[in-house]
């Protein structure tokens, strides 16, 4: 048990930008790359690749940002899910035959 948490504290450890690992910075291109070519023909591929784009970019900086304040990156979190929602609602409200019941 105690092999456990010491792994989950090293994993959350927060370091330094020069301590990133340089397969971190490449899936972020990569992804961000096949995100930009693949906006047009390929829906379902950026979708996936916005995604982990994003995902990687938190992580990052959350893990490797310590001398960034935590608490903005989930500020920014927040203010994104509020938003999409604000968005989403004034849609469904202004113009609901456009939309579906879902939020996308």
């Excluded at 048990?1 to 291109?29: K, V």
């Excluded at 604000?86 to 939309?99: F, R």
Aim: neutral net charge; charged residues 10%.
């Amino acid at each position: 048990m105690a092999l456990i948490s010491t792994y989950i504290q090293t994993l959350f450890q927060r370091q330094t930008p020069q301590e990133q690992p340089t397969w971190l910075i490449l899936i972020g291109i990569a992804s961000i790359a096949v995100y930009a070519f693949c906006r047009t023909g390929f829906d379902e591929v950026a979708s996936v690749a916005s995604t982990i784009g994003g995902l990687t970019g938190l992580w990052g900086l959350f893990k490797y940002g310590k001398e960034v304040d935590s608490h903005i990156l989930f500020r920014f979190v927040w203010i994104a899910i509020i938003l999409q929602l604000i968005s989403w609602g004034l849609s469904q409200y202004t113009t609901p035959e456009w939309l579906k019941t879902t939020q996308k």
